[in-house]
């Protein structure tokens, strides 16, 4: 083992620390780094197995161009050929670059300076547009800047923490364990709000399960609230805020009945916010994806401005960010309607200040399309030549079947990726490989404005290239050589610095100029900073004393109106179908579906429905859903919950063409967006649901990867190889054949049981004693002890048609602890007959839940489900 490589996980946005050793022959071991201000050595459930997905198996290796393997000289070539001829017969604005917050800054600037300084289009748009945009908006619209005011110690600080949007305790664990953590230190209330209970909910005070979309009307009714009990900071709004009359009056005259809450509920959460000086609001994604978005984040700020709550020790709104380097994008100007350093594209000045500074041809003068509108700039032929980087757009964007078919008829789409397997890569004409996150160099920058290191562990593999080197050698084939020579990402990291100190004359706030001068060591050993760089006021806090970035120095408090989400329900979509994330997946799958670990969670796509729903449609637990939208349809295992209301559907958005073809949810979802950010709602679609009828239902273990063909599939790694759910519409002719095929097993020796009466077929491949596959059928949802038999191929087992655990060996149920892996049932065993009464219990017994912790919301759960059933 070499020594220790100091890197940042690249999940999410709370930017934790990491430790990686390589072991020399591509293997990496990962811990949490102790010293790191983020994390303090600790590490979520995804972080952890993040040694679980550096192997190559699935990597892109070589570039490839039209299917085929192509050298690096001819594929850049191709590239910027095809690019450079366009432009000339087309303009600069018949391009355009997909980007994402996952790139690295030095990614994200070299793509930004190529298109907006050098190809002279601002038609680069990323995938923060889908995440941050309504708060970046929001934050433009109340500061004058789009800043975060707080930091992370404010979550220890605070005595009332509301989540409204969030659910932290899966999307960003580590803030999550923070926050209860010091709960167990004081007196600290969290509240919830979400339409949805979730796991954030386990630990809360009070759950406010408001209509989708409500948020501006809940926020409108506490400011009037605050008002009505003189909460209001007089001093600090007429010094520093501007619009609180206009407001106030807006919030007023909004109707509180429209959130759905009743009075007694509103009533408490006002008592608890109002009364507690000390409150952070964290908001995410059920705030930002919404057609009403920009509000609602408007809403949330009004009620901090007007209680002078903010940049204050414990005090604040905080927009925790989705992406590794969400914010980082946003700094360095990776929207279509910025420029680098939090300044403005449409500000002349601005505008020329970058020109002298780059030394660039030409510079756009007004803002490029957003993605929404980008995509349809493809389907509709005006975008000629596209470029996509470290994003999958085939499955995130609303309606994604019409975006999936608008880039398979782009003339030119070049995708750079590290791996050939998604929807979006299926659609390019030329395939780029990127090098991954541990074997690549530069900067993030996490929710709290900590800019930190990534730093690689591992070697390039095959081909590989950083995507900013991918860009320069682009953009010197184009014949910008000039401003893209760069050596190493440390030169581009001080270009950007000294941007930084231009962007300060005018007044902007993002200034990291101090280290334009930064030598390649310095870089190398960088510690993690945030930004205001130096002894900061205030914690590195913003706004305690005004300080707004409005020309007048002022905040704006804006008057807002609720609106319903934009996709009306109707008789024929009378269901509200809410999207989002799970625990141990990330986005579309491409990295953590790897992991064996992270994919027994939760290891198929499903739909939460209510109860009352499900009876009044006659559907059974484990039955398939087929949800239709006017733009697409899904279909997806039936979870019955009372953790969504009547009328509502919750569905996961991992699955893809690679893993559950059928389970493409933004398939579903309508491409409306928010008027002012064009951040595309989400969250919100009109949908039908009913029984989907299927013939037969089969469910399948194999050590190899099985290749279904039919109506519906979902497919996941296990430690022993896949596991796959079936079904299908026609009737299956000849078992063997078909299970042949699906294995690609044509002469493995068989073992086969039919019950004619129940329907049943059962096959097992076998290679003597060594089970190599098997395939249970039935003409209902198949019942077996599904992560029991996941765990057999590749052992000697002589039994497997059965289809259930012999008496020694229990079936472990679904894994809940995925760093021990501990099955649900297991734990519910362990309940029972142990009589465990908290969390540190079951983690005594069992060690559920004590490394990483990610799990100790569902251990929660379990337990209250636990002395229900001993209640029964
Ligand atoms: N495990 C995991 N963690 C992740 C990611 C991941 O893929 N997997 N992705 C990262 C990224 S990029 C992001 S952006 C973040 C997202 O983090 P979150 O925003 O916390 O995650 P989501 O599950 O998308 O949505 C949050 C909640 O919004 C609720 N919601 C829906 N509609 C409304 C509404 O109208 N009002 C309110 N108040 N709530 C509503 C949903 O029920 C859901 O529980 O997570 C980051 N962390
Ligand atoms: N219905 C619904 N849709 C949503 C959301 C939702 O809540 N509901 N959330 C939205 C949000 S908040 C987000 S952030 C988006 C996320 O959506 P996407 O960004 O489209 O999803 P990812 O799976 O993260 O895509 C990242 C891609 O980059 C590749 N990759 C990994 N590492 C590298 C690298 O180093 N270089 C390069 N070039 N490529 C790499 C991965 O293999 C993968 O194909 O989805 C959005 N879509
Ligand atoms: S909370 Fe988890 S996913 Fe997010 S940065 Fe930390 S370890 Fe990575
Ligand atoms: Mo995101």
Not at 10 to 14: L, Q
């Given at each position: 083992m070499g020594a220790e490589v100091r890197s940042t996980c690249?999940?999410?946005?709370?930017g934790c620390g990491v430790l990686l050793s390589a072991d020399g022959s591509g293997g990496l071991a990962v811990r949490g780094d102790p010293?790191?201000?983020?994390?303090?050595g600790r590490l979520c459930s995804k972080g952890s197995a993040l040694?679980?997905?550096?192997?190559?198996?699935?990597?892109?290796l070589a570039p490839q161009v039209h299917g085929s393997t192509a050298t690096w000289k001819d594929a850049l070539n191709l590239v910027a050929t095809r690019f450079r001829k366009t432009i000339e017969t087309h303009?600069?604005?018949s391009v355009a670059f997909y980007v994402s917050g996952q790139m690295l800054t030095e990614d994200y600037y070299v793509a930004n300076k190529l298109m907006?300084?050098?190809?002279?289009?601002?038609n680069i748009d990323t995938n923060s547009r889908l995440c941050m945009a309504s708060t970046v908006a929001g934050h433009r619209r109340a500061f004058g800047t789009d800043t975060?005011?707080?930091?992370?110690d404010d979550l220890e600080e605070a005595d009332l923490i509301v989540l409204v949007g969030s659910n932290l305790a899966w999307c960003h664990p580590i803030l999550y364990q923070r926050i209860m953590a010091a709960r167990e230190k004081r007196a600290l209330r969290l509240v919830v709000i979400d339409p949805r209970r979730t796991?954030?909910?386990?630990?809360?005070d009070l759950h406010l399960a408001l209509e989708p979309g409500s948020d501006v009307a809940l926020f409108n009714a506490l400011l009037a609230e605050v008002a009505r009990r003189g909460a209001v900071d007089r001093d600090y709004v007429s010094a520093h805020v501007e619009g609180f009359d206009a407001a106030l009056k807006a919030a007023q005259g909004s109707d509180p009945a429209f959130t759905g809450l009743s009075r007694e509920t509103l009533r408490d959460f006002c008592d608890l916010w109002i009364g507690t000086e000390k409150v952070v609001t964290i908001f995410s994604q059920g705030v930002n994806?919404?057609?009403?978005g920009s509000d609602k984040v408007n809403a949330i700020l009004n009620c901090h401005l007007a209680t002078g709550?903010?940049?204050?020790?414990?005090?604040g709104p905080f927009s925790v960010t989705g992406q590794p380097n969400a914010m980082g994008g946003r700094e360095v100007g990776g929207l279509a309607n910025m420029l680098a350093c939090?300044?403005?594209?449409?500000?002349v000045d601005h505008r020329d200040a970058v020109r002298g500074f780059w030394n660039a041809p030409a510079m756009p003068e007004a803002p490029g399309l957003k993605a929404v509108e980008m995509f349809r700039a493809v389907a509709d032929g005006r975008i000629k030549a596209l470029w996509l980087i470290h994003s999958n757009p085939a499955v995130t964007l609303p309606d994604a079947d019409t975006v999936q078919d608008a880039i398979a008829s782009c003339p030119f789409v070049v995708v750079s990726d590290?791996?050939?397997?998604?929807d979006t890569a299926r659609q390019a004409n030329v395939l780029l490989p990127a090098t991954a996150w541990a074997e690549k160099s530069g900067t993030v920058t996490n929710s709290d404005r900590t800019i930190s290191r990534q730093r690689a562990a591992l070697a390039p593999p095959g081909a590989a290239r950083p995507d900013w080197a991918i860009l320069a050698e682009v953009a010197q084939r184009m014949g910008f050589a000039e401003g893209f020579n760069w050596d190493n990402e440390a030169e581009i990291f001080a270009e950007y610095a000294a941007l930084s100190g231009l962007a300060r004359t005018f007044?902007?706030?993002?200034?990291?100029?101090?280290?334009?001068?930064?030598s390649s060591s310095d870089y190398d050993s960088m510690p993690p900073f945030r930004w205001p760089?130096?002894?900061?006021?205030?914690?590195?806090?913003?706004?305690?004393?005004g300080g707004f970035y409005h020309p007048d120095g002022k905040a704006r408090m804006l008057a807002l109106a609720p609106r319903a989400p934009a996709a009306a329900l109707t008789p024929e979509h009378p269901f509200r179908l809410n999207t989002g994330r799970l625990r141990d997946q990330w986005h579309t799958?491409?990295?953590?579906?790897?992991?064996p670990r992270l994919s027994a969670h939760l290891p198929e796509p499903f739909v939460d429905m209510h109860p009352d729903d499900a009876a009044r449609l006659g559907l059974a637990p484990a039955d398939l859903l087929r949800l239709e939208s006017p733009q697409g349809s899904a279909i997806l295992r039936l979870r019955i919950t009372r953790d969504v209301q009547p009328g509502h559907l919750f569905a996961p958005m991992h699955w893809t063409g690679e893993t559950?073809?059928?389970?493409?949810?933004?398939?579903?979802?309508?491409?409306?967006?928010?008027?002012?950010?064009?951040?595309?709602?989400?969250?919100a679609a009109a949908v039908s649901a009913a029984r989907f009828e299927a013939a037969w239902y089969g469910f399948a273990i194999a050590t190899a990867r099985p290749r279904p063909e039919c109506a519906y599939w979902a497919l996941a790694r296990t430690d022993r190889g896949f596991r796959a759910e079936l079904a299908g519409?026609?009737?299956?002719?000849?078992a063997e054949d078909f299970a042949r095929a699906l294995f690609g097993l044509p002469d493995a020796a068989l073992q086969m049981s039919k019950d004619m009466a129940k329907g049943r077929t059962r096959l097992a491949f076998m290679d003597g004693e060594i089970l190599l596959a098997a395939l249970y059928l039935d003409h209902k949802p198949v019942r077996l002890m599904r992560d029991f038999l996941a765990?057999?191929?590749?052992?000697?087992?002589?039994?497997?048609?059965?289809g259930t655990a012999r008496g020694d060996m229990p079936d472990p149920g679904p894994v809940v602890c995925s760093c021990y892996a501990v099955g649900r049932n297991t734990i519910l065993r362990a309940i029972g007959a142990e009589g465990l009464q908290s969390v540190e219990a079951i983690g005594a017994s069992l060690?559920?839940?004590?490394?990483?912790?990610?799990?100790k919301a569902e251990l929660a759960a379990l337990l209250q489900q636990g002395v229900s059933r001993a209640a029964e």
């Open positions: 690249p999940y999410c946005g709370v010293a790191h201000p983020t994390n303090r040694g679980e997905t550096v192997g190559l198996e699935e990597r892109l303009g600069s604005d907006k300084g050098f190809i002279g289009s601002a975060v005011p707080g930091v992370y796991a954030s909910c386990e630990g809360a994806q919404s057609s009403s709550r903010i940049g204050k020790p414990g005090m939090h300044l403005d594209i449409e500000n590290i791996t050939a397997a998604t007044g902007k706030d993002f200034d990291i100029s101090n280290r334009a001068k930064l760089d130096g002894p900061a006021k205030s914690g590195g806090r913003f706004f305690e004393d799958m491409t990295r953590t579906a790897l992991s559950a073809p059928s389970a493409r949810i933004d398939a579903l979802i309508a491409s409306v967006t928010d008027p002012v950010s064009g951040q595309p709602e989400s969250k519409t026609e009737e299956i002719a000849d765990g057999l191929p590749g052992t000697e087992t002589p039994w497997a048609l059965a060690s559920a839940g004590t490394n990483c912790g990610s799990c």
